[in-house]
């Protein structure tokens, strides 16, 4: 067959035209960026499949990133199976060794209904999973008695198999957002999970090999043994036969992209690689020999065809043709729902041994854990905690919603005496002061909501429109944050609400939103930003969202000519611009506006008080949206206390990846080995270094240190043409390095960077910290931020933010990390040096409810209606199993967050779904659960007819109820046990009630459920 060369404008546009022209094809692209920009613009298919190359480098301990990994391994599975008609790889990702086919199918297990589950623990850690206490990505796995999950790569969800004994009881699809089942299957397939597959025959194999490689290079490598995990990126060492996926492509069509280029990145990325392993002989040796094949292997092709828009010398071919084509545009995909995890605000539940914690009754003391007591009333379980003089106090589970860890100063904290009232007189001297504050603030902010403002309703029509406009699927907690900013812009009350959510968790469609519903109202939008990037970037996402409904977006920025200023201005106050963005330069007495009706300030954290209250001055009417990822204390602490109205977006856009974090001194391998790893796999890395005056010198030193790559600087101090081209550059991928001071730090998106180094971060704040950080990890790749210092400036508030930045690394953080900003300052600088005081005799969590309490009664609202009431009823003496044993539910934290959600519950349909959940997860309830789920139930009836406490006396057999204030002494009634009521002392006693009957009885009273008399 005749070899063709199509000489093109544009190689991808090409492939897209005319991919569908080949029944099989194998296209080999020459870098993991080109690849990875190819996937962006393919709408991909069933019967198609991505080979990349490993995203790190060999022997790594972090390990290939699981959505390499499962795209590696999936198509594998899929081309086991016979179903894979189009490969799209990259030249140096196509020459690493695989898991030869048969062997990948030998260890492929087909299992059905009523069939034999023949996996264990030990068969699918050799098969390459890993195993986890919840299954949420792709090559995990969790036994939980006869429930076994497992994610299989290549698989949209992960499947439960629930066995009676080893028979398969059921297959079913599960989300692992919700870890609840959503399908069921009849039949299945468990695959590998890796290319490294660690069967006894493979590891004795590899360690034969091992140690042969000691001998030929006459030197041991004492740690390589223990770390097989580490090999997938030398997966030749584990089999007999050596292959390359291409070995099983043999009836596949090659359409080779830019050749030339592909051999030039294959030789830079080995030589690279050995150079990396050149201190370690016995790596080198293994890599050289198991890692991957020659790049000769593609000269030696007899029938392709190449596709390049530059020179081609390396390859033979026998015509050349030339095409100019439009270049294909990224599609537009509805994003596909995957796991997203949800993150409350501040996780007051999370409680570790050691930890501090606050009772409402008993006040400050330490959690000793968990313990399981067995009594005469039955086995339940019980939070241990420490008071002072060394007193214990055990909190029955049920009641674990009285607990919450203790957010506040740590110095001077001491434990409260379980003797006296100590802890009383404290609680109600915070009360007082609190009072006093609470009034003064709230004649600060309680104008606002005094005042009416103009209703702005907006068209119901053109907002479907609009929002049919957005291109990708909103996250819940996105729409809830839209309805309340809408619902406030509606109010006619003005609004001043803080939006928090990480950066890339789409903060910015809720403020485009309501921007809409301000100019469709006839209202005019002022957006400010503190940075010129911010503001550019602002500019064209506004623009290109809210531009084709016919809305004037403009920018306001030091980069505009005088001449530009003043129209600009001009047009503004006649109301023919209708959006502005703008930095400070918003503030000056210059700028007016026709009729201004929504201010946006976004990071908030980065301007001060008086700034941000120069445009409530404007007019008092006027509606304030703040957004920010870390928020300020004050501000933080004024929503979190109800002055302020918050909605927090902690759902990360699906596929989000959290950056791994590394925290260390200043090392030069390090930040070549991080930059090179990234350039590697097709990615970006931004250098931040906050001295302007030492960038040049820096800039020559990376040079110097990275030579094969390219590196550019750009600051607030640059002429503005070269500021822009280096920025545009960057965004555009034609540069590798972006060394910077912190003005990237605010809101730049750019989501090929996935490496960030800063290089001075004892300099920064934890804010400043955590916004850095959120410049990377806004795509599905997974992203690295490594966080360096100089040892010798390190002071103790330093290490203090860089261990909370560690610490705090899930979706959801930052909000922990303004917390822990809290704990780290203290509370001073909040509201004064007296209420850091009481906060921290408190802490944070009673201190707020104190707060809510009194800010309702200045408002003059009644008593919380009982259906927000928390459920205090209770339950004393009962003698029965009330557990979730260790065998069902193995995982500690687990138990103490399920035993929550059930003390929790005001709805006995929620009782019900945790009870579904619960079979769903772990299959069939043991004795004890189902007990205390019915003793939950029974709380939960008597608590809505106000019913204070249930107490049973065995020797007496009778029940004894304690009434509430608004309890009706007509609302018990039984047939066949006697009911005394004393309204006197608000008691209601019922007998004879034997043991035997008296779950019977209460579920009669408290639930309804009358007993079936033969």
């Keep these: 067959m005749e070899r063709r060369l199509y000489r093109v404008n544009d190689p991808i546009s090409w492939i897209e035209k005319n991919l569908?022209?080949?029944?099989?094809?194998?296209?080999?692209?020459?870098?993991?960026?080109?690849?990875?920009?190819?996937?962006?613009?393919?709408?991909?298919?069933?019967?198609?499949?991505?080979?990349?190359?490993?995203?790190?480098?060999?022997?790594?301990?972090?390990?290939?990133?699981?959505?390499?990994?499962?795209?590696?391994?999936?198509l594998l599975y899929n081309l086991s199976l016979g179903r894979l008609k189009k490969v799209f790889g990259s030249f140096h990702g196509l020459l690493r060794k695989t898991v030869p086919l048969d062997v990948f199918s030998e260890l492929t297990i087909a299992i059905h209904r009523g069939g034999e589950l023949k996996v264990d623990e030990e068969i699918l850690a050799r098969m390459g999973y890993c195993r986890t206490f919840n299954v949420t990505v792709p090559g995990e796995f969790s036994i939980k008695g006869s429930i076994t999950d497992i994610f299989i790569p290549g698989n949209s969800h992960p499947l439960r198999i629930e066995t009676f004994d080893r028979e398969i009881e059921s297959i079913r699809f599960f989300d692992p957002s919700t870890q609840k089942s959503v399908e069921r299957l009849d039949r299945a397939w468990i695959t590998p999970a890796a290319e490294s597959l660690n069967?006894?025959?493979?590891?004795?194999?590899?360690?034969?090999?091992?140690?042969?490689?000691?001998?030929?290079?006459?030197?041991?490598?004492?740690?390589?043994?223990?770390?097989?995990?580490?090999?997938?990126?030398?997966?030749?060492?584990?089999?007999?036969?050596?292959?390359?996926?291409?070995?099983?492509?043999?009836?596949?069509?090659?359409?080779?992209?830019?050749?030339?280029?592909?051999?030039?990145?294959?030789?830079?990325?080995?030589?690279?690689?050995?150079?990396?392993?050149?201190?370690?002989?016995?790596?080198?040796?293994?890599?050289?020999?198991y890692g991957g094949v020659s790049s000769e292997v593609f000269m030696k092709l007899a029938d392709y065809t190449i596709v390049s828009d530059s020179t081609v010398t390396l390859i033979p071919y026998d015509t050349e043709l030339t095409e100019t084509l439009e270049a294909v545009r990224s599609v537009q995909r509805e994003r596909e729902e995957e796991f997203i995890p949800r993150v409350p605000i501040v996780d007051w539940t999370e409680l570790e041994e050691g930890d501090l914690v606050v009772h409402k009754e008993y006040g400050i003391g330490r959690y000793l854990g968990v313990r399981t007591v067995e009594n005469v009333l039955g086995v339940r379980e019980y939070l241990v905690l420490e008071y002072r003089d060394n007193n214990k106090i055990y909190v029955p589970i049920e009641r674990v919603d009285r607990v919450h860890k203790y957010v506040g100063n740590f110095d001077g904290v001491q434990l409260n005496s379980l003797k006296g009232n100590g802890w009383g007189r404290q609680k109600s001297k915070v009360r007082q002061e609190v009072k006093a504050l609470i009034s003064e603030l709230t004649n600060l902010y309680g104008s606002r909501e005094i005042v009416r403002g103009t209703p702005l309703a907006g068209d119901a029509e053109m907002e479907k429109s609009f929002r049919d406009s957005f291109p990708y699927v909103e996250t819940?907690?996105?729409?809830?944050?839209?309805?309340?900013?809408?619902?406030?812009?509606?109010?006619?009350?003005?609004?001043?609400?803080?939006?928090?959510?990480?950066?890339?968790?789409?903060?910015?469609?809720?403020?485009?939103?309501?921007?809409?519903?301000?100019?469709?109202?006839?209202?005019?939008?002022?957006?400010?930003?503190?940075?010129?990037?911010?503001?550019?970037?602002?500019?064209?996402?506004?623009?290109?969202?809210?531009?084709?409904?016919?809305?004037?977006?403009?920018?306001?920025?030091?980069?505009?000519?005088?001449?530009?200023?003043?129209?600009?201005?001009r047009k503004l106050k006649k109301g023919e611009i209708d959006v502005v963005v703008g930095t400070h330069s918003l503030l000056s007495k210059e700028v007016q506006f026709a009729d201004l009706g929504l201010v946006i300030v976004d990071e908030e954290q980065l301007f001060g008080v008086m700034q941000k209250e120069h445009f409530k001055k404007l007019r008092l009417q006027i509606n304030v949206l703040s957004m920010s990822a870390t928020p300020i204390p004050r501000t933080l602490y004024m929503s979190l206390s109800g002055l302020r109205d918050m909605s927090v977006i902690s759902t990360p856009p699906a596929g989000r990846t959290t950056p791994e974090i590394y925290v260390g001194s200043v090392n030069e391998r390090l930040i070549r080995t991080a930059v090179l790893r990234e350039v590697n796999r097709g990615g970006q890395t931004i250098y931040v270094h906050n001295r302007v005056n030492e960038l040049p010198d820096l800039l020559l030193r990376l040079r110097e240190l990275l030579p094969e790559v390219s590196i550019e600087m750009a600051h607030g101090q640059m002429n503005k043409t070269a500021f822009e081209r280096t920025i545009r550059s960057f965004y555009t991928g034609n540069l590798d390095v972006l060394l910077c001071t912190t003005i990237i730090e605010s809101g730049v998106d750019v989501p090929n960077a996935n490496t960030l180094i800063v290089d001075d971060s004892h300099r920064y704040g934890l804010a400043q910290l955590y916004q850095l950080r959120g410049r990377v990890g806004r795509s599905t790749r997974r992203a690295f931020s490594y966080f360096?210092?100089?040892?010798?400036r390190l002071t103790e508030p330093s290490r203090e933010r860089l261990k909370a930045l560690k610490e705090f690394s899930g979706a959801g953080s930052g909000m922990k990390l303004a917390m822990r900003d809290l704990e780290i300052r203290g509370f001073?600088?909040?509201?004064?040096?007296?209420?850091?005081?009481?906060?921290?005799?408190?802490?944070?969590?009673?201190?707020?409810?104190?707060?809510?309490?009194?800010?309702?009664?200045?408002?003059?609202?009644?008593?919380?209606?009982?259906?927000?009431?928390?459920?205090?009823?209770?339950?004393?003496?009962?003698?029965?199993?009330?557990?979730?044993?260790?065998?069902?539910?193995?995982?500690?934290?687990?138990?103490?967050?399920?035993?929550?959600?059930?003390a929790a519950c005001r709805e006995q349909e929620e009782i019900n779904e945790i009870e579904a959940e619960l079979k769903d997860r772990f299959g069939k309830l043991p004795v004890q659960v189902e007990s205390l789920l019915t003793a939950s139930r029974i709380r939960l009836g008597a608590f809505r007819l106000a019913i204070k406490a249930v107490e049973y006396d065995a020797h007496l057999e009778r029940v004894l109820l304690t009434h509430a204030e608004n309890h009706d002494r007509n609302s018990i009634r039984l047939k066949r046990e006697k009911v005394l009521v004393n309204e006197r002392e608000g008691k209601t006693m019922i007998y004879p009630v034997p043991e035997r009957r008296l779950m019977r009885v209460l579920q009669e009273i408290f639930l309804g459920v009358e007993e079936i008399v033969h």
């Design 476 to 569: 819940d907690d996105q729409l809830k944050a839209v309805d309340e900013v809408l619902s406030d812009l509606q109010s006619g009350r003005p609004m001043d609400r803080l939006i928090s959510g990480d950066a890339g968790y789409g903060k910015t469609e809720v403020a485009i939103r309501a921007a809409f519903r301000s100019v469709i109202s006839g209202k005019q939008v002022a957006v400010m930003v503190p940075t010129t990037v911010l503001a550019r970037q602002h500019h064209e996402n506004f623009s290109s969202r809210l531009a084709p409904f016919g809305i004037r977006v403009e920018i306001l920025d030091r980069y505009r000519t005088e001449n530009e200023r003043s129209r600009l201005l």
């Design 199 to 289: 069967t006894l025959d493979n590891e004795e194999r590899a360690r034969r090999r091992i140690e042969m490689a000691e001998k030929t290079v006459g030197t041991r490598d004492e740690t390589l043994l223990d770390r097989m995990d580490t090999m997938d990126t030398i997966a030749g060492i584990f089999y007999e036969k050596q292959t390359i996926l291409p070995d099983y492509l043999k009836d596949y069509a090659t359409v080779f992209v830019r050749p030339d280029e592909a051999f030039a990145e294959y030789a830079r990325r080995e030589k690279e690689t050995i150079e990396l392993l050149s201190e370690r002989p016995v790596r080198k040796f293994l890599y050289i020999r």
């Design 788 to 792: 360096l210092y100089d040892a010798r």
């Design 828 to 902: 001073g600088t909040l509201l004064g040096a007296e209420q850091h005081g009481n906060i921290n005799s408190v802490g944070l969590y009673l201190y707020r409810e104190m707060v809510d309490r009194t800010l309702r009664e200045l408002r003059g609202e009644q008593e919380v209606d009982i259906q927000d009431r928390a459920v205090d009823t209770e339950l004393k003496n009962i003698p029965f199993d009330m557990v979730i044993p260790e065998t069902f539910v193995a995982d500690s934290i687990e138990r103490l967050k399920i035993y929550r959600r059930i």
């Design 20 to 74: 569908s022209s080949f029944d099989k094809v194998l296209v080999i692209f020459p870098t993991e960026r080109m690849l990875e920009s190819f996937a962006a613009v393919h709408a991909r298919k069933e019967e198609e499949g991505y080979f990349f190359s490993h995203d790190v480098f060999p022997f790594e301990e972090i390990g290939t990133s699981p959505r390499i990994r499962a795209e590696r391994v999936s």
